[in-house]
Structure formats: C-alpha cells, structure tokens
C-alpha cells in the first residue's frame, strides 16, 4: 500500500492545525487586553494573573480524558465537538462582567483548547513518517506561534477599533466555522482514503527500555518550567513590564511582545529540524532549557534595564530557546515505541500546562508584594525591582527543572523501516 501524498498528509494535518491556532490565539489573548481586562474585570495583578491562569486548569484537567478519547474515537469527532465547546467558551467571557463569568468562559475554552495540540500531533503520527515527526512538531508549534502573534497587534488594534467583547465574539463564529469543517473533510486514518498508515511502528532500538515510565516521568517534571514561564511573560506579563518600564504604547508593547511569540515559533522549527537531523532529543532539549533560563537571569540583574532594544533581544532569544520544549513530546513517543500517542502526547502536555497553571500567578504575586502604590489610568505600576525578583524566580524554576530532564535515558535510535517518508509522494 502506496504512502499518503504530502500534500493530502498536510491538508489533514491543516485542518486541526486551523483549530490549534484558533486555540492559541484564545489562550494568549489576555496578554494584549491586559489593560483592557484590568479597567473591567481585574483590578489587581493576582487577579489579572489568575484569569489568565483559568484557561490553563482546564487545558490541564482535560488532558489525559481529552488523550484517551482521541485514542478511542479519533481526532476527527474530538476535534469537531472541543470547536463548539470552544465557542461558547468565547461567548461567556465575551459577555461577562464580573471576574468569575470571565474565568467561566475561559475555564471553557481551555477545557475545549486541551485537545487541539494532543489532536494535531495524533493525525501527524498516523500521515507523516516518524523521521519527520520531530520536524512536524515543531511546524506545529510554529502554527500556535501564528496564533500567538495575531492574539497581539492585530488583536489590539481591532481591540481599539471595535472593543474587545466583539472580537472575542468574532472568535465565536470561527469556532462555529471550524467544527464543521473538522467534521466534514478530517479523516483520521490514511486508510480511510486507501493509504498506508505510519502508526504502526516497528521498534527502533534493540531492547525496550526497562523503565519507560520511570524515564516519561522525569521528562514531565523537567517540562513544567520552560512553557510555564513563557506563559508568565510572554502570554501576559510582557504588555504590562514593556508600558511600565519603558514607557511604550500600549500597541507598541504589543508588538514587542509579539516578537517573543514568534521567536518561541521559530525556536520549535529550528530544534524540531536539527533534533530530526542528529537523531537525538535529549542533547538539545537541554541547550534550549538552559539558555531559556540564562536569559531570565540576565533579566533578573537588570544588566540591560536602560535598553529596550537589548531587553526586546533578550526576550527574543529566551523566547527562541524555549521553543525546544516541542522535543519533549517528540522523546516520550520514542520512549513507549509509538504506542496510544494521544495518551502519550496529552501526558506529557499535562505536566507543561502545570507551570502555565501556577506562575502566571505567582509572578503577580511577586509583583504585588513590590507595589508602591503607584497608579496610572487605573491600572497597577511596579518598579523594576519587583519585575527583576519575578524574572530570578522564573530563571531559577527553569534551573530546578532541568535536574529531571538530565536524569532521562535516550533511547538508542535506529533507521527506520517501516514507510520511507521518500516514498511519500507530491
């Protein structure tokens, strides 16, 4: 049986890549209408922290059901219905007025957002061939990337031209549009559309690890650091330090902050491609989490405080190194051969969403215990010096992290003979 065309293997993978950007962009979101959130709704930083951090409990708690109905029914059905739950989601927070009917509808659309990435990486593992796998997953983060950035400038100037309710409720309709597309052209399997299947893997070491579990655990705890804190700054804690700090615009620091996003992107292509290339995970997944944690600690000494440009940099390459956590998911698929990825994927999601849970928060938290009582168009100001104790904090949880992720065995990799991804063809 003949290999699936690439060009049918990404329109597949497109379809629930749509549903992952639109994820994306609700996930991020609060980071451009920080100022908008903190007139209306939170008026304080573990407030604006903690609605943030609503989406994530949901996305976490919904991992490892969200994997294990995928394994069981298909990316197609799970995609289709987390679009609608997805939209209502939008719907209450685009109408609420209160803190807690805002963190209602985002506690939904994380509940709805916690398939989008297990779903995705699950069509890839069945259309492309392992080879390209680690290559896909990063494209695949680069697609949230995208996301990312459209959640910033563009969303803050729509913000300002229409308010923020009625593009969250634009959010609605796409949702809508993205369900019935899902459950109209997905298909989860090659099979379905007489091609062969890469999920049926053929061991690639020449014994199975004795103790996958004891290694997938060390890999999830060396992964709660790195996405956690660049859901603390990036996702929304870089709009306000860049106005405060430096006195930009809010649609100015908007952009900066935009940068980071696509520096996380580039990062994931970059480490997914050279991980495919060298055949390893571990070796670079470690480059990436330590230079993401150098980069906090250069910001935590305020070497380039007086600089915006040289701290945009900074951001940019801290940013850019963490975008190595794609190789995480990439290593526990090898790690158990192939097998129940959607279980696998999300399993190992969850435990990157546990930081993205607790210090977006928590960096408030450090905040709010600096405040001098400073206050500009009612909302919070902080000195440097709070923002330089959250950044240590940040770079010293990175730091902590990485002691687990040294302590997981590799597996010894061979070539692949199942499907040769050169037999794929255009």
Not at 32 to 57: K, Q
Not at 202 to 227: E, F, M, N, Y
Not at 323 to 347: E, N, P, W
């Given at each position: ?251 100015t620091a908007t952009i900066y902050s ?153 597996p010894k990799r061979h070539p692949h ?10």
């Amino acid at each position: 049986m003949l290999a699936p065309p690439v060009r049918l293997s990404f329109a597949m993978w497109g379809l629930a890549a749509c549903f992952y950007l639109l994820d994306f962009f609700q996930r991020v979101s609060p980071a451009a209408l920080a100022l908008d959130l903190s007139r209306e709704i939170a008026n304080s930083a573990v407030a604006l922290g903690s609605l943030s951090s609503a989406y994530f409990i949901t996305y976490a708690g919904c991992q490892l059901p969200g994997g294990l109905l995928i394994d069981r029914y298909g990316s197609r059905r799970v995609l289709a219905g987390a679009a609608l739950l997805g939209m209502t989601g939008a719907l209450v927070f685009s109408q609420a007025h209160t803190a807690g009917s805002a963190a209602i509808g985002r506690l939904i659309i994380g509940a709805a957002g916690a398939v989008a990435w297990v779903g995705m990486l699950k069509l890839a593992s069945h259309w492309f061939s392992p080879k390209r796998f680690a290559g896909i997953t990063g494209l695949s983060l680069a697609v949230g990337g995208l996301g990312g950035v459209l959640s910033g400038l563009p969303l803050r100037l729509l913000s300002d031209a229409f308010g923020w309710r009625e593009v969250i409720l634009g959010s609605a309709v796409v949702a809508l549009i993205l369900a019935l597309a899902l459950y109209w052209w997905l298909r989860d399997e090659p099979e379905q559309m007489g091609y062969a299947n890469y999920a049926h893997p053929i061991p690639q070491t020449d014994q199975p690890l004795k103790r996958p579990w004891r290694d997938l655990s060390l890999l999830c705890l060396g992964q709660v650091g790195v996405t956690g804190s660049m859901a603390a700054m990036a996702w929304l804690w870089s709009v306000p330090y860049l106005t405060s700090q430096f006195s930009l615009p809010p649609a100015t620091a908007t952009i900066y902050s935009s940068l980071m996003i696509v520096g996380f992107s580039a990062g994931g292509v970059f480490f997914g491609q050279y991980s495919d290339r060298i055949e390893r995970r571990k070796q670079p997944l470690l480059i990436g989490s330590t230079l993401s944690a150098l980069g906090f600690a250069i910001l935590a000494t305020g070497l380039f405080q007086s600089s915006l440009y040289a701290t945009v940099a900074v951001l940019w390459l801290l940013s850019f190194a963490a975008g190595s956590m794609v190789l995480s998911f990439v290593f526990a698929k090898d790690l158990v051969h192939g097998q129940r990825t959607g279980t696998i994927v999300a399993l190992v999601n969850l435990s990157v969403m546990v930081g993205s849970i607790g210090l977006p928060p928590v960096f408030g938290a450090i905040l709010d215990a600096f405040w001098t009582g400073q206050m500009e168009a009612g909302v919070r100001q902080y000195p440097a010096e709070a923002y330089s104790w959250a950044f240590a904090f940040l770079g010293g949880w990175i730091a902590m992290t990485l002691v687990f992720q040294s302590l997981v065995h590799e597996p010894k990799r061979h070539p692949h003979r199942a499907l040769d991804p050169e037999t794929q063809i255009d």
